[in-house]
């Protein structure tokens, strides 16, 4: 069956199509994150979680070019977020920013991180002043908790609070979007 007919079951609610997407990259998709993330357990919650989300966030998802191409893509973007969220990227920042330079490689790549990136960009605006203040420091100066609230003369649990904040309004606000998977 033609890749693009595939997808666009897939996008349709088609959980063959998807079964048939698992099956064909799962040990490919796998053998990278493993490649980055040691853990192997932690790197199949990763995947799982990452094919979860795919299929929730199906339809607001482009026809790709190279479905394979197009999954690696969004699979840098999830496992950048896990490794934030565990934190190794601080103890580990070199394979962050290998990464991360990886992520914007390829000119595809580029492409769809640009799109990501503005559409990001877009919804942080839109935060209240304060809330969107916080979420840059952390997000795009990647300062800490602790940093951002002597910065701003904050306490440590108000900056955690506006950052919870600004990721739930923004998760809403990106609902369906692609954009939701640099959260």
Same mark, same amino acid.
């Given at each position: ?5 595939? +997808? ?11 079964? $048939?997407?698992? $099956?064909?990259? +799962? ?27 795919? +299929? ?6 482009? !026809?790709?070019?190279?479905?394979? %191409?197009?999954?690696?893509? #969004? ?6 977020? &896990? =490794? ?10 070199? *394979?962050?920013?290998? #990464?991360?330079?990886? *992520? ?10 640009? /799109?990501?990136?503005? @559409? ?5 605006? /839109?935060?209240? %002043?304060?809330?969107? @203040?916080?979420?840059? #420091? ?7 908790? &602790? ?11 108000? *900056? ?9 309004? =923004?998760?809403?606000? !990106?609902?369906?979007?692609? &954009?939701?998977?640099? !959260?």
């Amino acid at each position: 069956m033609p890749d693009n007919n595939r +997808w666009e079951r897939f996008q349709e609610g088609d959980t063959t199509a998807f079964e $048939q997407l698992f $099956q064909e990259h +799962w040990d490919a998709l796998m053998h990278y994150t493993c490649n980055i993330i040691a853990d192997v357990d932690m790197a199949k919650d990763v995947l799982q979680n990452f094919f979860l989300e795919l +299929w929730e966030k199906r339809a607001s998802l482009p !026809l790709p070019k190279e479905t394979r %191409a197009f999954l690696l893509f #969004l699979l840098r973007l999830r496992i950048l977020n &896990a =490794l934030r969220k565990e934190d190794i990227r601080n103890r580990h920042e070199h *394979v962050f920013a290998g #990464l991360l330079t990886e *992520v914007t490689s390829s000119s595809s790549d580029q492409l769809y991180y640009k /799109q990501l990136y503005e @559409e990001l960009h877009q919804h942080v605006n /839109q935060l209240p %002043a304060r809330i969107q @203040e916080v979420f840059k #420091l952390s997000r795009f100066e990647n300062l800490s908790v &602790a940093e951002i609230a002597a910065k701003l003369g904050a306490s440590e649990q108000t *900056v955690r609070n506006q950052l919870n904040t600004a990721n739930k309004r =923004l998760k809403l606000m !990106l609902k369906g979007s692609m &954009a939701s998977f640099l !959260l």
